[in-house]
């Protein structure tokens, strides 16, 4: 009976202590600290997700009649079974809302954790706010572009909105860009002329 009460003494004790929280580490306090900041930025964020999707979708949609067909699709290498996984109601053509629902909230959380992954090992002294020393390399955008306030510091929902607003105005993130459904690829870019052959002296002859 002593043993049992002396434990449970300890169990009160180390519970008063707060033990149990003494585990989290730096880095996952840092990350639910991020998380609570990102409530409204991250609906930001996925609004210009669904902008890039946007974008992705018109290019694709080579009629602009507002729909995708098999034929569209297959110019931009989405295979036909692609096709048939992204057209939820099997009508043989793809509005923007089948093209946009399934990826949009993992594309944008893929994003949003890549932020938080790098807004964290950027932070140095650990405060939750970068300086531009501390974001030397771009995360997604550059310490100027994402300080939208322009006061010298950098908190994760400035740097979290910022990207949004990025995606929206068209910005191509290459490697980071959302995956695109069916495993389709965007549409080229519009061809750039290639400068004429210089004249050489060779050649003036």
Known sequence: MRLFVAAAS???L???CGVP???VSPRQSAKATLEAQSKTSLAKLETGVRAFYKGVFTK???NANGYMTKDESRAAALSDTGFDQVDA???GKISFTEFVSKPLKP???LVHDALIQGFIKADADGDLELVASELAEPLFLTFEEADLNKNGKLIFSELEEAVGKAFQSGKDFGA???PVPGGAAPAPADPVTPPADPVTPASRR
């Open 10 to 12: 300890v169990l009160v």
């Open 14 to 16: 180390l519970s008063g």
């Open 21 to 23: 929280g003494s585990m």
């Open 60 to 62: 694709m949609d080579l």
């Open 89 to 91: 109601n099997l009508d």
């Open 107 to 109: 594309a944008t959380k």
């Open 176 to 178: 980071n860009n959302p």
